[in-house]
C-alpha cells in the first residue's frame, strides 16, 4: 500500500510504499481507501504542537472514505466514512491506501455521494449543526454573524443559521471569497474594517456570533454584539489567541463558548440527517480534490486559506 508518513514535526508528510496494516481484529475493520480529507486538524498536528503527539513516523488523516474489505462481517462491502476513535490523531491515520480501524470509528455512508464530499462532510457539517444548535442556540428572529463564511464550516453555519430562521449576515476577508457564500446569506461584510462593523452594528447588532477563523474577528465585531449575546469559537485559521477588550465584555454581559468537536458526540440521526440534505442539494459543500501524489498541494491549499470550502486527496 501507499501511506503518506510524517517523519518530522512542521513539514509535509512524505508518499512512500507501506506494509499493510494487516488483517483486522476483533472489532476492527480493513477499509480500502477512496479519499482522504485535509483539514486543519491534520495540520496542527503535524506541527507537534497539538495536545495529540503520536510517534514518530506517522500516518496522519482524521478522515475518509472507503470501502470495508475485511473484519465485522456486517460491514463487508459496505462504504464508510472513517473518522473517530483516535484515528489520525492516537492510531495511524486515513492519509493511506488501507487503513484497519475500530468498528466504532465508522459509519455508512451513500453510495451516490461523490467520494471527495464524503470525505470531507462530517467535520463542517457536524460543527456547524453544533456550533448553531446545542453550543449557540439560535433561534428564530436571532441576528446572526458567521466568520470566514466561504469556508466548509462557515458555509454550513451560515445555512443551518438560516434554516433555524436566523438573519445571517456573511463575513469574508476578500471580495473573491464573497462569491463562495451560500446564498442562504442575508448580507455579506468583506473585511474587519469600519463599514464590516457598522453593518454588523446597524438594526441593533448581533445576537450571536459565529466565528470559525480566530486571530482579531473577536475583538473586531465585539463591539457590534448585542447586550447578553453569545461568542461560538470554532477555528482559529487567522490566529491562535483571543485577545478581547473586558470591560468591553462584561458591560455587554457576552458569554463566550469555544467548541470543542473531539470530545462532543453527534448523534447517528443528526449525521444522517445532515448527509441526506446534503446529498439531495438542500445543504451545500464546496470540495476541491487533489490525487493523492498531488497532497503537498492540497496542504498548501489548505494552509493558505486559497480554496474555498473543504479539500481531500482521492486515492
Same mark, same amino acid.
Given at each position: 500500500m501507499f501511506a503518506a508518513r510524517l517523519h518530522r514535526w512542521n513539514e509535509v508528510p512524505v508518499l512512500e510504499e507501506a506494509a499493510s496494516p494487516g488483517s483486522a481484529q476483533a472489532g476492527e475493520v480493513s477499509v480500502e481507501m477512496e479519499a482522504a480529507a485535509v483539514t486543519h486538524l491534520d495540520l496542527t498536528l503535524t506541527t507537534g504542537t497539538f495536545a495529540y503527539r503520536p510517534e514518530l513516523p506517522f500516518i496522519p488523516g482524521t478522515a475518509g472514505v472507503g470501502r470495508v474489505t475485511g473484519g465485522e462481517a456486517g460491514l463487508v462491502g459496505r462504504r464508510v466514512l472513517v473518522r473517530g476513535a483516535g484515528i489520525g490523531l492516537e492510531r495511524p491515520g486515513t492519509w493511506a491506501t488501507q487503513v484497519t480501524v475500530p468498528v466504532a470509528g465508522v459509519r455508512t455512508v451513500p453510495e451516490r455521494i461523490d467520494a471527495a464530499l464524503a470525505a470531507t462532510c462530517y467535520s463542517p457539517m457536524t460543527t456547524g449543526w453544533a456550533a448553531v444548535?446545542?453550543? $449557540?442556540?439560535?433561534?428564530?428572529? #436571532?441576528? +446572526?454573524?458567521?466568520?470566514?463564511a466561504s469556508g466548509g464550516v462557515g458555509s454550513m453555519a451560515v445555512q443551518l443559521a438560516a434554516r433555524a430562521g436566523a438573519t445571517v449576515l456573511a463575513a469574508v476577508r476578500t471580495p473573491a471569497k464573497a462569491a463562495a457564500v451560500p446564498e442562504a446569506a442575508h448580507g455579506v461584510l468583506v473585511g474587519q474594517g469600519p463599514d464590516?462593523?457598522?453593518?454588523?452594528?446597524?438594526?441593533? $447588532?448581533?445576537?450571536?456570533?459565529? #466565528?470559525? +477563523?480566530?486571530?482579531?474577528?473577536?475583538?473586531?465585531?465585539?463591539?457590534?454584539?448585542?447586550?447578553?449575546?453569545?461568542v461560538v469559537l470554532i477555528g482559529y485559521t487567522a490566529g491562535r489567541t483571543l485577545s478581547v477588550d473586558l470591560p468591553t465584555l462584561m458591560a455587554q454581559d457576552i458569554t463566550l463558548l469555544p467548541m470543542n468537536m473531539v470530545r462532543r458526540q453527534v448523534p447517528d440521526d443528526v449525521f444522517h440527517e445532515l448527509l441526506q440534505d446534503l446529498g439531495d442539494g438542500r445543504l451545500e459543500l464546496h470540495t476541491i480534490s487533489y490525487p493523492f501524489t498531488g497532497l503537498a498541494e492540497a496542504i498548501t491549499a489548505r494552509t493558505t486559506g486559497s480554496a474555498s470550502g473543504t479539500v481531500a486527496v482521492t486515492m
Open positions: 444548535d446545542p453550543v $449557540g442556540r439560535i433561534d428564530r428572529g #436571532d441576528r +446572526v454573524l458567521v466568520t470566514g464590516a462593523l457598522a453593518a454588523a452594528a446597524a438594526e441593533g $447588532g448581533v445576537d450571536v456570533l459565529l #466565528d470559525t +477563523v480566530g486571530g482579531a474577528a473577536v475583538q473586531t465585531f465585539l463591539p457590534a454584539m448585542r447586550p447578553g449575546g453569545r
